[in-house]
């Protein structure tokens, strides 16, 4: 798991790199929490997700926003992170030019700088959001989502309301050509404190499921 340092518009961005099994190996990127709440790369679920697509022999990167950790520049209110996952992304590409897939994955304010860039994206192949912050951060601009994907999201979430989050996915849902995946954890908070096992379990899940429907050559 070697560090890397990627150049981004704000600096240096530090991250965490693991290469693929294969030459053709897909790739994913994973996107940390808030960094005004404590959000950085080595979250432990950010690393969750990191761990499960490298274990499936994914070409897989996590790293921190600008102005977390050893990435340099300001917390920039969404907009500069969403460029940094970009830089991120084109790094990841570069180094694998032959991807198979792309999957973008992200953990509450990352869900939403995923969802983000996977509108702009139109390459990525899934997703995975977790907890994302859809009472915080308007949405809208998913129309129409690109990709397949999963939604996790905590039944006992006192941040983001389960509620909130079945209003994206239901409209979601009404577009044709995608699936949208989406499971509630029972008891499960915003903070997934007890019960990371369980997003082991579903994301680890649903990936071996697209992956099954989709076998990589």
Known sequence: M???????????????YSPGKTDNAPIALILHPHPK????????????????FMKRGFATLRFNFRGVGRSQGE?????????DAATALDWLQANNPAAAQTWVAGYSFGAYIGMQLLMRRPETDGFISVS????MYDFSFLAPCPASGLILTG???????????????SKLRTQKGIV???????KATHF???HLPFVEQTV????????EANPIP
């Open 37 to 52: 709440a404590g959000g950085h790369m080595n979250h432990p679920v950010s690393v969750q997700l990191y761990h499960l």
């Open 204 to 211: 680890g899940g649903y990936i071996d499921k697209r992956l």
């Open 155 to 169: 039944g006992a979430d006192t941040v983001v309301p389960p509620v909130e989050v079945e209003r994206v996915v």
């Open 132 to 135: 994302p912050p859809t009472n």
């Open 75 to 83: 917390f920039d209110s969404g907009i500069g992170e969403l460029a």
């Open 180 to 186: 949208i995946d989406y499971e509630v954890v029972d």
């Open 192 to 194: 997934w404190a007890e």
């Open 2 to 16: 070697p560090d890397v340092i990627l150049t981004g518009a704000a600096g240096r961005i530090e991250g965490r």
